[in-house]
């Protein structure tokens, strides 16, 4: 691995995220959709993080999932010492850190259910990808699932090219963010279709901060990929693409449905099909599945398999205009009442069978939401999991975070809430998060507010933590 890279990870901390899309929920649901047969569940699974950072996106799944085990890698001491000092804290027993490089780390006789590795392959040399995707293949279960996130070309491309110019030009501020921001105005003054387009591109980038930058478009090692060549590495190591981890990651945004049937010539070359989905997108970030080659995979999965999973609006409210049919608007209203929760799919078809009676046919109504929610779920209008989530918007008598993000409260570390979403205070709101233990009224939590942050409306804050599953019984 580059010196550089060390020395960057030694010296700064990499930001605290988490990541909804590798989620052990979100992945069995798609990897049996993609026909893996059977995907471990969330509930009794094995997780390995590869690059895991100070474990904020392992930590909170291990707190959810007691009976589940997690493990983290990650060559940063400082990185492993915070993420060992947070699981202590929260006493969480089923999950382990150690300090490793990829290169040299063996997993021995372990095996895991899934196998996280998010923005590493983008983050390394070509001699440390290939380390990676061999220590991806080697530990990974028979029947597992990889998870794989890395920087995408072409639509990566002029990012590469701002990055160098940011680097060029310390006469136009400061520092990165400075200088991004004094692009993005030049170039908004443009009035073309490219200035618009280099514009979105600096303020995006001056969005993430200085902190992030520093490990992304900044880092010692920013290297996006064509999605053909990662398939020929992957190949290499036996392992099998499967689809993108969420199902609208298979359609980029900015893509109309339509234009996959001008694609169809393309059907029998997935990869220069999706090669091409990236050219028309101009889509920047990958986060991949990939299975062993040998895995045999169900190729009779049909729509039906959705049942099976829980569901949420993604969109809320849905435009009535793509819902048809009494048993889709009584489906589509049980999923409004029950937003911002996830509830099964069963439970959501048994509430439509109540409403309509004995005019409830079982196979014919089975049929249609399956149709209707494995295309919503296509679009991005529903969110599907295996795991149900209970987000109550209504605020407890006595609000308390779980004693993972409490921890995190007072280490003014982003939150976790139960979607999977980091969620963040501004500086004189982290006192009143780190009082949500459980020991004060809502009165009691709003007189230390209107001392500590007189800016914080607490009752509507409350409801909106509540709404996220931040605040547990």
């Known amino acids: 691995m580059p010196d550089a890279v060390r020395e960057l990870y030694s010296d700064r901390r990499y930001p605290a995220l988490s990541h909804p899309d590798a989620h052990p929920g979100v992945l069995a649901a798609t990897a049996r959709i993609s026909g893996v047969p059977s995907p471990p569940l969330p509930e009794s699974c094995r997780i390995l993080d590869i690059g895991c950072g100070s474990g904020h996106h392992l930590l909170p799944l291990a707190e959810r999932f007691p009976e589940s085990t997690f493990h983290g890698i990650d060559f940063s001491d400082t990185a492993i010492r915070t993420a060992r000092r947070h699981a202590d804290a929260a006493g969480l027993k089923n999950i382990s850190f150690e300090h490793a490089d990829l290169a040299e780390w063996d997993p021995g006789d372990s095996s895991f259910d899934y196998v996280l590795a998010h923005g590493m392959l983008s983050s390394v040399g070509d001699e440390t990808k290939a380390a990676l ?9 028979p029947d597992g699932v990889a998870c794989i996130s890395y920087h995408t070309l072409p639509g990566w491309s002029l990012r590469q090219e701002v990055a160098a110019m940011v680097k060029a030009l310390p006469e136009l501020g400061s520092d990165a963010s400075a200088i991004l921001k004094t692009l993005a105005e030049s170039a908004r003054d443009g009035g073309t279709p490219y200035t618009a387009h280099l514009a979105s591109i600096c303020e995006s980038m001056h ?46 945004p900015g893509l109309d449905p339509g234009a996959l049937a001008k694609l169809q010539p393309l ?59 009494e048993i889709l608007e009584l489906f589509h209203a049980a999923l409004t009442a029950a937003w911002p929760s996830t509830r099964p799919v069963t439970e959501l078809m048994e509430e439509c069978a109540s409403r309509l009676g004995p005019r409830w046919d079982p196979a014919r109504g089975a049929k249609t939401i399956a149709d209707w929610l494995y295309q919503a779920a296509r679009l991005g209008w529903v969110e599907l999991r295996t795991d149900a989530i209970q987000a109550d918007p209504k605020s407890t008598a006595r609000p308390r975070l779980s004693p993972l993000n409490l921890e995190f409260a007072r280490s003014r570390t982003a ?59």
């Open 207 to 252: 969005a993430k901060g200085g902190e992030l930058l520093a490990f992304d478009e900044l880092a010692p090692v920013c290297d996006p990929l064509h999605f053909g060549q990662v398939i020929q590495w992957t190949g290499q190591q036996q392992l099998r693409y499967l689809g993108e981890a969420t199902l609208p990651g298979n359609l980029p």
């Open 267 to 325: 059907a029998s070359d997935p990869v220069r099909f999706q090669q091409t989905l990236d050219l028309l997108s101009g889509r920047t970030e990958r986060t991949s599945l990939f299975c062993h080659a040998s895995l045999a995979l169900d190729t009779e999965t049909t729509t039906s398999v959705v049942l099976h999973f829980s569901a949420r609006l993604a969109i809320h409210p849905l435009p009535m205009k793509t819902v048809h049919g």
């Open 415 to 473: 939150l976790v809430d139960g979607f999977h979403r980091s969620c963040g205070f501004p500086d004189s709101h982290w006192q009143i998060a780190a009082a949500l233990d459980g020991s004060r009224s809502v009165a009691e939590v709003t007189a230390l507010a209107r001392d500590h942050a007189p800016d914080l409306d607490v009752e509507p804050w409350l409801r909106h933590l509540a709404s996220r599953g931040l605040l547990v019984d």
């Open 133 to 141: 995707l061999k220590l991806i293949q080697q530990s990974l279960a």
